[in-house]
């Protein structure tokens, strides 16, 4: 099993920045990517940014040139660099980790507000 613990949400003013950290705990063996989804009220799940070990990234459209997803040196942490914050980012955010063994098996964390307010 794999445990990850967000934090570093909270209420930011537009134009703002913040920076998110994921640590992964458990069987970490068991991970290769790791991302970042949001959820805002009403709305699907959608994926932020992901980040393999190799550090390959990928960005939602809507985050490029904004968001900056990156790795700790022990390949168990993962943060997202927000700046530039719009109130359309407000939303929980989710750390997640694909199991790299077992199909289709995704970890996640509790979540972490995030509020882009004046």
């Known amino acids: 099993q794999v445990q990850l613990v967000e934090s570093g949400g909270g209420l930011v003013q537009p134009g703002g920045s913040l920076r998110l950290s994921c640590a992964a705990s458990?069987?970490?063996?068991?991970?290769?990517?790791m991302g970042w989804y949001r959820q805002a009220p009403g709305t699907e799940r959608e994926s932020v940014a992901t980040?393999?070990?190799?550090?390959?990234?990928d960005y939602a459209d809507s985050v490029k040139g904004r968001f900056t997803i990156s790795r700790g040196h022990a390949k168990n942490t993962v943060y997202l660099q927000m700046d530039n914050l719009k109130p359309e980012d407000t939303a929980v955010y989710y750390c997640?980790?694909?199991?790299?063994?077992?199909?289709?098996?995704?970890?996640w964390g509790k979540g972490t507000l995030v509020t882009v307010s004046s």
């Open positions: 980040i393999t070990t190799g550090g390959r990234t």
């Open positions: 458990g069987s970490i063996f068991r991970l290769n990517s």
């Open positions: 997640n980790a694909p199991d790299a063994i077992v199909p289709r098996r995704d970890y």
